[in-house]
């Protein structure tokens, strides 16, 4: 709001000046005390902001823990001879030892026709009929494309074709197509016929095997199991095979165990988040004693409340032979804080892993602080209803502030209206006390 200073020219008064000290005046305890409602509301939602994100932080450690794919559930695959198949496991696979012996690779077949003078010699034309396994396409040839180059660029530029590549080899005695499928396996087989055009075609229908198709083969623990890819994923649970080289007669030993490294690691991501998330509430909570100083949030229930229940979560018991979290190394310290004893939860977990995973799975105290998390933190949650009403607050100021500048708008041209009449019955007067001065002055006798 803009005050326009003037000079009242009956009476003389600064009445831009009176009218805005007036305003002033009237205004100034609605803004101090808008203006502490609004700093504090956003001093507030800062802060909770803050709290969301660690408390994003906690469940995002804690789904490494009690998710289906935890930290517990985590297996190492270890191959005796990478060289001949490696492994990976799943979360979840059953631990245990195999013996693996890899007979024979699965191979792509592969045909060649035979020798022509060069690339550029004349074949034919007509229709190539190529079929891989069960899929097939058809190629027209046609008299741009009846070279052995030109079929080999017709072949791979087909719209059908999802299975075959085709190229020339190059040799002392001369050129030859060759056609290679893109699948492994004995049911992968390429075949070739030609119909139509001039029959020239018909020299691709006598391809000889370069590479013939075949399946894999190897024994797992003496039992034999064959496969159209050296990627075998379903013959052990939760296991895939990765065969690279074929060693009939020797066996070498797969071993599938828990990943001893993993749960550590998540235990130590969890501690991490969760000691961020209570340095954020005691900095939004202290109390300076020396300055009588409150920070944003101390005193504050909600705080006080998730503080409780995060307490409390932490001492759930497991039960059904778990350890407590102190027992497997993970303290509370006097600030709240968690420690984690490494070597005493390395220890915990390879005498009673089964145990130690019971800590971070449904039931337990890693699952009771998620809820306690999960009830604050989510969408619809305790702290979205605290943070949607601290937005209320903000809107219904910005209300209030148009409101007030509605209201010390009107109160100004108010002032300025009573004020220019004052100024012009002062002026009246001022002439009206000049004329009689006037006239008493010329009055006989006067002076």
């Known amino acids: ?264 690691r998540a235990v130590e991501k969890f501690v991490q988040s969760y000691n961020a998330l209570v340095n954020v509430i005691n900095a939004a909570t202290r109390y300076d004693a020396s300055t009588r100083k409150a920070s944003v949030l101390t005193g504050d229930a909600l705080v006080g409340g998730l503080s409780a229940a995060l307490r409390s979560a932490l001492g759930t018991a497991a039960g059904h032979g778990a350890p407590s979290l102190a027992e497997a190394g993970v303290t509370t310290q006097a600030d709240g804080t968690l420690a984690l004893d490494g070597a005493r939860f390395d220890a915990a977990a390879a005498s009673n892993g089964d145990g130690v995973a019971r800590l971070f799975a449904p039931g337990g105290p890693a699952a009771a602080v998620a809820a306690a998390v999960g009830r604050y933190a989510d969408d619809g949650g305790i702290l979205a209803d605290r943070t949607d009403a601290i937005s209320r607050r903000l809107t219904d100021v910005d209300r209030q502030r148009t409101a007030l500048d509605a209201r010390m708008n009107a109160m100004e041209s108010r002032y300025r209206t009573q004020f220019a009449a004052l100024d012009a019955l002062i002026g009246q007067m001022r002439t009206t006390s000049s004329f009689l001065t006037q006239q008493l002055a010329a009055l006989p006798g006067a002076g």
């Open 1 to 264: 709001m803009t005050i326009t200073t003037s000079t009242g020219l009956g009476s003389g008064l600064d009445i831009g000046s009176l009218v805005s000290q007036l305003v002033t005046a009237e205004r100034t305890p609605s803004d101090n005390r808008l203006n502490a409602v609004s700093t504090a509301a956003k001093a507030q939602l800062s802060a909770f902001g803050s709290l969301k994100a660690a408390l994003g932080g906690v469940s995002t450690a804690l789904a490494a823990l009690t998710g289906d794919d935890s930290a517990f559930e985590t297996r190492v695959a270890a191959s005796a001879k990478p060289e001949v198949f490696g492994a990976t496991a799943s979360p979840g696979a059953a631990v245990g030892r195999y013996a693996i012996e890899v007979r024979q690779l699965a191979t792509a077949h592969k045909v060649s026709t035979g020798a022509f003078a060069s690339a550029d010699t004349r074949v034919g034309t007509g229709t190539l009929h190529v079929a891989v396994g069960d899929h097939a396409f058809d190629v027209a040839i046609g008299s741009g494309d009846a070279t052995l180059a030109g079929i080999r660029s017709a072949i791979n530029a087909a719209a059908g074709n999802a299975d075959v590549d085709a190229a020339i080899v190059r040799t002392d005695d001369g050129a030859r197509l060759t056609l290679t499928s893109r699948r492994t396996g004995a049911a992968q087989a390429i075949s070739v016929t030609a119909t139509g055009g001039d029959g020239g075609l018909a020299a691709l229908g006598a391809m000889s095997d370069v590479v013939p198709p075949q399946d894999a083969v190897l024994r797992i623990d003496g039992r034999t199991r064959t496969s159209a890819s050296n990627v075998v994923a379903d013959a052990i649970d939760g296991v895939s095979l990765n065969l690279v080289a074929a060693q009939p007669d020797s066996s070498f030993d797969l071993a599938v165990s828990r990943d001893a490294t993993a749960p550590r």
